[in-house]
């Protein structure tokens, strides 16, 4: 099995926003960012990829397997960690084990309390108690105890303090060391994937823009600076978007290549970063 998930064609609308045609693959023993502004799509991907919501058409299957016939089979693959509390607030942790670790048959007693030691997790203090870091720390040590192939973080370092979120990224890391698992890592703070995404998935209003392994983005797309007088018809044509000020032009391109044959050495030529991609392409992909 190459591809841990797999969506094709997928479209869900809602009054005044829609997710429209998405196709796009998360290859297994890797980490895949999933990227976007808030609003772009995110979220309601996940939930079709957790079968949370139906498409109004397409397909989603996750190990091979579709939803219909393989429910059960499929949710005990998967650890899902939140962006903050999702159990009943009163309840421990010890509750919530002992509520949790039915549902699923290969949970192991001894890796959770492994991760709860390991987490600093009190078991007997109601989760409502916890730090939002500690809340994260609770759903990822739940999904690690029935031992997931993939997990599906939606914006986990959202709220995070700069540390707790190395932190993460740093056992992050040392989970995929085995290349059995998968990660698919939703977030807007971009920065976070730099150190630990093979791919990145970037959804914008709706529409995938690309899927691409992180060297490709890193090294096709570049922002460009240059003087006015440089731009024309033609030599606007490799760009996705530029913006002009009386001091000259930054453009970002996905055609590295071209625009240096283009140019040479009349324009300054820079790594883009998932920021400034996400930033250029705001109002969607245009030659402007």
């Known amino acids: 099995m190459e591809n841990v998930i797999e969506i094709k064609n997928v479209t869900k609308r809602f009054k005044g926003f829609s997710v429209e045609n998405i196709n796009f693959h998360v290859k297994q023993g890797f980490v895949t960012g999933f990227i976007g502004a808030n609003g772009a799509g995110k979220s309601t991907t996940i939930k079709m990829i957790m079968n949370l919501l139906k498409p109004d058409s397409g397909e989603v299957k996750v190990f091979g397997l579709d939803y219909k016939t393989h429910e059960k089979e499929i949710k005990e693959r998967i650890g899902f960690v939140y962006d903050g509390n999702v159990f009943f607030e009163g309840l421990n942790l010890k509750d919530i084990k002992r509520i949790v670790a039915p549902a699923y048959k290969n949970w192991d007693d001894a890796i959770f309390h492994q991760y709860v030691d390991q987490f600093e997790l009190p078991l007997n203090k109601a989760v409502k108690t916890f730090s939002k870091g500690m809340q994260m720390k609770a759903s990822l040590a739940i999904a ?25 990224l740093d056992l992050l890391q040392e989970l995929m060391i085995d290349g059995k698992r998968t990660i698919f890592f939703s977030t807007h703070i971009t920065s976070d994937l730099d150190r ?20 490709d983005v890193v090294e096709n797309y570049v922002i460009v600076k240059g003087g006015l007088d440089l731009l024309d018809r033609d030599t606007e044509k490799d760009f996705i978007h530029i913006h002009r000020a009386s001091t000259g032009f930054e453009a970002l391109t996905d055609n590295s290549g071209a625009v240096q044959a283009t140019f040479g050495d009349n324009v300054i030529i820079e790594r883009a970063s998932l920021e400034d991609i996400m930033y250029y392409l705001k109002g969607g992909l245009s030659h402007v």
């Open 196 to 215: 630990i995404a093979d791919y990145i998935a970037f959804i914008q209003s709706g529409e995938l823009v690309f899927n691409q392994t992180i060297h």
């Open 144 to 168: 690690l105890s029935h031992h997931a192939e993939l997990i599906i973080m939606d914006e986990p370092t959202a709220g995070l303090d700069p540390i707790f979120r190395r932190e993460l």
